[in-house]
């Protein structure tokens, strides 16, 4: 009997196995830890709205797109709000990138087609040159069956191109309208995309030539920095009015009900306590006028 008691008292005292004591240390610390993600700031040139598949070689087929609706790629994570939904778009690979013989007559090309693109603002026109076919971004005047110039000679007088043409700064007379200009020589052609802008060449000195951007800056650019004639296509862009909520979720912007409320915020009813009382004083008393004494004393 006393045998048994002592048995018993043993397996009552037992401790529990390593591994299960390992394991509920595991989910204590499971539960408390934290995952570190880098997070980007928005801006940089990154909007968060789209992955645009380019393909190794160019293309005027459409490209695939991969929507982001305001999230990392990588890792998921919201960064720009007020993104989601929108049409399904086709993305059109444009040549930003005008080249032209540097000696001689200039290239021509045909404009094949003036296409929408749901990706950017301004309209792209399908050219042809030679057997090659490549899209640029269309003027406000162009249509189908355009002849364009594209040339690098700079000749000791002005050219009078037509919209479309691309020329160096240093060829074109001053006040032409242009669009697509290089930032330095040989780059593409990266400034002044956006629908109806333009920017204007004001004068020339030395081996720059003044541009007025459509911000109203005045930038001097080399002269042989290529740039195309012409204001971009589809100026009212800008007036263009929405109507309703169901256009704005069909142009990728999230609603933004909730967000706004009456009584709070910069732009809200301000509800301030009263001032305190104020007492009203008695007017001032009429200032006495000072006596001039003639006596010398």
């Known amino acids: 009997m006393l045998s048994l008691t002592r048995l018993l008292n043993s397996a009552l005292t037992l401790q529990p196995p390593q591994r299960a004591v390992t394991a509920a240390l595991a989910l204590q610390q499971m539960r ?3 995952k570190v993600v880098e997070k980007p700031q ?8 789209r992955i645009v598949h380019f393909p190794e070689e160019y293309t005027v087929a459409p490209l695939k797109i991969t929507h982001l609706a305001g999230r990392d790629p990588v890792s998921g994570r919201m960064v720009a709000k007020g993104i989601g939904g929108g049409i399904k778009q086709q993305y059109r690979w444009v040549k930003w990138v005008r080249d032209g013989p540097g000696e001689g007559a200039p290239q021509e090309e045909l404009v094949v087609e003036i296409l929408h693109d749901g990706c950017r603002t301004a309209k792209v ?3 042809a040159v030679g057997d090659e076919l490549k899209y640029i971004l269309a003027t406000e005047n162009m249509k189908a069956g ?11 007088i002005p050219v009078r191109p037509n919209e479309g043409d691309a ?3 240093g060829a074109l007379p001053v006040g032409t309208r242009i669009h697509c200009l290089e930032k330095n020589p040989g780059q593409q052609c990266h400034l002044i995309h956006a629908a109806g802008t333009f920017g204007t060449i004001l004068r ?3 081996d720059k030539v003044v541009v007025q951007l459509p911000s109203k800056r005045e930038f001097a650019f080399d002269r042989i920095c290529m740039a ?7 100026p009212e862009h800008n007036k263009e009015h929405v109507g309703s909520a169901q256009r704005m979720r069909e ?3 999230r609603p933004r009900s909730g967000l706004w409320k009456r009584k709070e915020g910069k732009h809200g009813r301000k509800i301030r306590r009263l001032p305190p009382m104020t007492t009203i004083a008695p007017p001032p008393s009429p200032k006495q006028e000072a006596i001039q004494l003639t006596l010398d004393l």
């Open 32 to 34: 408390t830890k934290t």
């Open 42 to 49: 928005p801006g940089a040139g990154q909007q968060f709205r």
């Open 125 to 127: 026109a399908l050219v």
């Open 146 to 156: 355009d002849v364009l110039k594209t040339s690098r000679v700079i000749p000791r």
């Open 167 to 169: 020329y160096p700064l």
């Open 204 to 206: 020339k000195f030395d």
């Open 228 to 234: 195309t004639v012409g204001r971009l296509s589809n």
């Open 251 to 253: 142009m990728g912007n």
